[in-house]
């Protein structure tokens, strides 16, 4: 089955404490993206990869940290967790430029930093 | 400046009403996509149309249908006999080749019974 999947699904940690989400995808797609949702401002983009190795930051990018060194896998990574981290977080994929652009979510990551 | 505006919050009908989910862009770019999702309260999103910026055609699938409009930048959303499984937030977002994904902040849909 085509998907993309996020673990852990829920997360309640302290502030300072290191930790990854992890993200995978088995389309064979090029393009993955961090988003995170929050009450009233929708989904905005943390990081992006077009490919491996190629990531660029999107609207919220402080705090967070990610990497590419394999197509399938995108981790999400927050060196030192603050309150205002608390936040739905959502990976995605697409085909990007080989493709339309059309993107499929993993099922999301509940994180409460405390 | 990219932008993606869904100015509905919430949006309440009553079932078998016919419901408009509005959304406007702002943009610098020629080419470009603009897509729905809807997000029910399971949370998982779901996507349900693409179009690209050379494509005007209006879309109908089953009881949704799109209205894309260049001129004034709106790729609105119809909903025709809403039912109580169509009560979800509805996302509007945009690309273009920087691969910058822009979302409207959501319009919640309740369709009451």
């Known amino acids: 089955e085509a998907q993309v999947t996020q673990n852990p699904r829920y997360l309640i940690t302290v502030t300072g404490k290191k930790l990854t989400v992890t993200c995978s995808q088995n389309?064979?797609?090029?393009?993955m993206s961090w988003y995170r949702q929050d009450p009233g401002l929708g989904l905005r983009q943390i990081y992006y990869?077009?490919?491996?190795?190629?990531?660029d930051k999107g609207d919220v990018p402080e705090g967070y940290k990610v990497s590419r060194k394999e197509k399938r896998n995108f981790p999400l990574i927050l060196e030192s967790p603050s309150p205002n981290q608390t936040s739905l977080y959502f990976c995605?994929?697409?085909?990007?430029?080989?493709?339309?652009?059309?993107?499929?979510f993993g099922p999301g990551t509940r994180l409460t930093v405390t | 400046a990219q932008k993606v505006t869904q100015a509905q919050t919430e949006i309440s009908v009553v079932e078998k009403e016919d419901v408009t989910l509005d959304c406007v862009y702002e943009?610098?770019?020629?080419?470009?996509?603009l897509f729905w999702y809807k997000q029910p309260p399971s949370g998982e999103l779901v996507f349900l149309i693409r179009?690209?910026?050379?494509?005007?055609q209006n879309e109908i699938s089953g009881r949704y249908s799109w209205n894309f409009q260049k001129s004034t930048s709106s790729f609105n959303f119809t909903i025709t006999a809403s039912q109580v499984v169509d009560s979800a937030v509805y996302f509007c977002a945009h690309v273009t080749g920087t691969y910058k994904y822009i979302f409207g902040t959501g319009t919640r849909l309740k369709v009451l019974a």
């Open positions: 995605a994929s697409s085909l990007g430029s080989r493709g339309s652009y059309e993107q499929y």
């Open positions: 990869s077009m490919n491996v190795e190629v990531t």
């Open positions: 943009t610098r770019d020629t080419t470009y996509y």
């Open positions: 389309m064979n797609h090029e393009y």
């Open positions: 179009r690209n910026s050379f494509d005007e």
